[in-house]
């Protein structure tokens, strides 16, 4: 009895310990936490479900894939605004480019593809960390490190918040 105790007691302190270590959330690097909101790049982001394409003219000229994961999705279809805590958007960047490959096969030229990728942005809904910004927290990534220019990302919430109320700050709109 006392030994079915005693295994039953260290299983229980070994599942609280790997709970525990689950849930501590451990402070990222500085090259993976975006300056003024900590965010940081979301693992699996890109299987994620798209919302939209965009593109970008001018000194930017990329083209831009717009994912979701599962509570900005939900909240996409069903309408709701504002989004719920927890709702994450990340937007995918490559040069727009002419693909001469594929306008070999077309009369005329009118093939673009996706170039070089040039950065990834992502937006995480949490309404009491960032109440300042309007419930949304801001980063932007290249290769995979977090763009430390405290600037851009104070000029993040400054254009998004140019944006109606009923938007919640969001630009992309559902694409069905």
């Known amino acids: ?6 295994l039953a007691l260290a299983t229980l302190a070994l599942g609280a310990s790997a709970v525990s270590a689950a849930t501590h ?3 990222p690097s500085t090259l993976e936490a975006s300056p003024v909101y900590g965010v940081t790049l979301p693992k699996g982001y890109r299987h994620w479900t798209l919302i939209s394409v965009a593109q970008e003219n001018g000194k930017n000229n990329d083209i831009r894939a717009i994912l979701g994961n599962d509570i900005a999705v939900k909240a996409y279809r069903s309408g709701k605004r504002p989004f719920p805590d927890g709702a994450v958007i990340v937007r995918v960047a490559w ?13 005329s030229p009118q093939s673009f593809v996706a170039g070089a990728p040039t950065n990834v942005q992502v937006s995480v809904k949490d309404s009491k960390r960032f109440a300042a910004s ?43």
């Open 25 to 27: 959330e451990r402070v």
């Open 1 to 6: 009895m006392m030994r079915g105790g005693f």
């Open 134 to 176: 309007g419930g949304w927290g801001y980063g932007q990534f290249e290769k995979g490190v977090a763009n430390q220019d405290v600037k851009l990302m104070q000029s993040c919430f400054t254009c998004h918040n140019k944006l109606e109320k009923s938007e919640d700050l969001v630009f992309t709109a559902w694409a069905p």
């Open 95 to 107: 040069h727009y480019q002419s693909s001469p490959r594929n306008d070999a096969f077309f009369p």
